[in-house]
């Protein structure tokens, strides 16, 4: 059983940045492939970033590459999501999931993770 964590959510403006940590405690953080997904309100919960157990593998969706940095300190036993540029579309709850997985590898579906946070609701005012 893995417990994850989400902090950092929060009421921002147009074009802020806002930075989302996750802590993950239960299994060696080191065996944890993570990722972030999001969800608004009457939607589906969509993917929005991950990130490899090694940090050497990430992937974006559309709407958020170039604004949006996923990394990873495993020293923390931590993810991260930087959020720069937000925008009112980005309004949800944004989950932190967790997966056992192997060197490199990288999930975008949310069917692959097994371990998930409460969220946090990021809130962006026009």
């Known amino acids: 059983q893995v417990h994850v964590v989400e902090s950092g959510g929060g009421l921002v403006q147009a074009g802020d940045s806002l930075r989302l940590a996750c802590a993950a405690s239960?299994?060696?953080?080191?065996?944890?492939?993570m990722g972030w997904f999001r969800q608004a309100p009457g939607k589906e919960r969509e993917f929005v970033a991950a990130?490899?157990?090694?940090?050497?593998?990430?992937d974006y969706a559309n709407p958020v590459k170039g604004r949006f940095t996923i990394s990873r300190d495993n020293a923390k036993v931590t993810m991260y999501l930087q959020m720069n540029n937000l925008k009112p579309e980005d309004t949800a709850v944004y989950y932190c999931?967790?997966?056992?997985?192997?060197?490199?590898?990288?999930?975008?579906?949310?069917?692959?993770?097994?371990?998930w946070g409460q969220g946090t609701q990021v809130t962006v005012s026009s």
């Open positions: 990130i490899s157990r090694g940090g050497t593998s990430t």
């Open positions: 999931a967790a997966d056992v997985g192997i060197p490199g590898s990288i999930s975008t579906t949310p069917q692959s993770y097994p371990w």
């Open positions: 239960g299994r060696t953080f080191t065996l944890l492939r």
